[in-house]
C-alpha cells in the first residue's frame, strides 16, 4: 500500500491495517457532516501510523470491523479528541484502551494556543490552511484539495506526541497528562447521549414555566423540519433564536418569522404556535431546581482560600488556573456537596493541597 492513499473497500482495509508498517501506536481524527445534514455520520477516518498516512472512507467500505478491532487493541493519539471519541464510541461501541489527547499535553505544558494548527506551527514550523475547514464531508469525490487538509490532520500527530511527552517527562507532569487523557476517555464513555429533555437547550433557565412550554413546541417544531429538510437544526433557526422567541411569546408579544420562510414551514410554525399557547397552565413543563447555595462569610472565604492556592500554583506552574479546578468545582468543595477525591484527578487535588 502507497504512503498516502485513500481506502475505499474492505479488502483494502483489511490491507492497511494488516500491513508491518502499521507499529503498535496510531493516530486517528474525524470527519462528519454534522454542518450539512440533520443525523451526522462518520464521513471519513484519517490514520497515521509509522510511515503510513492514510484516508480510510466510510462511506463506502462496507464493513469497518476491522478497523474498530484494531483500535480496540492499541493506545490512539488524537487532538482535542472529546468529538473523535464521541463518533469511534458510536461506531463501534467502544474506545481504544489509551486516547492519548495532544491539545491536553500541550495545555498541561502552559501553551496558551493549542488549536492544531497552532501547535504544528509551534513544534514543526508549518502553517496549516484551513480552506476545508467547513467542508461537506458527506459528498464525493473528496477534492485532492480536502484529502490534503485531512491527511494534515494527523499527519503530525505522531512526532508531535513524542516532543509533547517529552517535554511533559522534564517538568515532572507525564503522569498528570495520562491521568487527565484517561478522564476524558471515561467521560465519552459514559455519556448519556439519549437524554429525556433534549429541547432544555443552554439559555433555557432563563424562562418561566410559559416560556419553556413554548421553547418545548418550537424546539419540537424545529427538529421536525430540519429531520424533513435533512439538514442541521441550525438551519432552520439557531438556539439563541429559539430562546428569544420564547421570552416574547412568553410575555405576550408576536414573534417575526423569517422572510425566508416557505408558505408550508410559517403554517406549520403557526400551528405549533397555537398548538404550545393551548396548552393549560397547569401542564406547562416544570422549572428544574437549581442548587441554591447558602452563601456566607465562611463559604465565601474557603472559595476565596482554595481559588488562591489555585491561581498561585497556576502562576508557578504557568498553566491555565482553570486546568487545576474551574470555579463551580471548587465551590461545590467549598460548600461541602461534593468529595474532592470524586471531583478532581489525583494531580489536581496535590496543586491545592487537598490529598
Known sequence: MSSTSLVRTSQELVS????????????????????????ESLCL?????????VLIDPLEIEDLAPLGGFLGERPVWMHGADYDMTMLRRSFGTLPPAVFDTQIGARLLG????????????????????SSQKADWGKRPLSPKMMEYALNDVRYLLPMG??????????GRFEWFVESCEAARLKVLDRDEGRGEPWRIQGSGRLDRAGLNF??????????????????SFMVVTNRQLIDWSLALAAGKKIEIPNHYRPERRKRL??????????????????????????????????????ATRDSKGAELDI?????????????????EADPAEVLLGWQKSCLALD
Not at 504544528?120 to 514550523?125: C, R
Not at 513524542?162 to 517538568?171: G, Q, S, V
Open 16 to 39: 492497511l491495517l494488516s500491513c508491518p508498517g502499521t507499529g503498535s501506536v496510531c493516530a486517528i481524527d474525524t470527519e462528519a457532516d454534522s454542518l450539512h445534514r440533520y443525523r
Open 45 to 53: 477516518v484519517q490514520f497515521a501510523c509509522e510511515d503510513l498516512n
Open 111 to 130: 501553551v496558551r494556543r493549542f488549536g492544531l494548527a497552532d501547535l504544528v506551527e509551534l513544534y514543526f514550523g508549518v502553517v496549516l490552511s484551513k
Open 162 to 171: 513524542e516532543k509533547i511527552c517529552d517535554e511533559l517527562k522534564a517538568k
Open 215 to 232: 421553547l418545548k413546541f418550537l424546539w419540537e417544531w424545529r427538529d421536525t423540519e430540519a429531520a424533513s429538510w435533512d439538514r442541521p
Open 270 to 307: 403557526t400551528e405549533v404556535l397555537d398548538a404550545a399557547r393551548a396548552v393549560a397552565a397547569a401542564e406547562w413543563p416544570e422549572k428544574p431546581r437549581g442548587l441554591r447555595r447558602r452563601r456566607d462569610s465562611e463559604f465565601d472565604a474557603r472559595v476565596a482560600r482554595l481559588i
Open 320 to 336: 491555565d488556573p482553570s486546568l487545576i479546578a474551574p470555579r463551580s468545582i471548587i465551590e461545590s468543595i467549598a460548600d461541602g
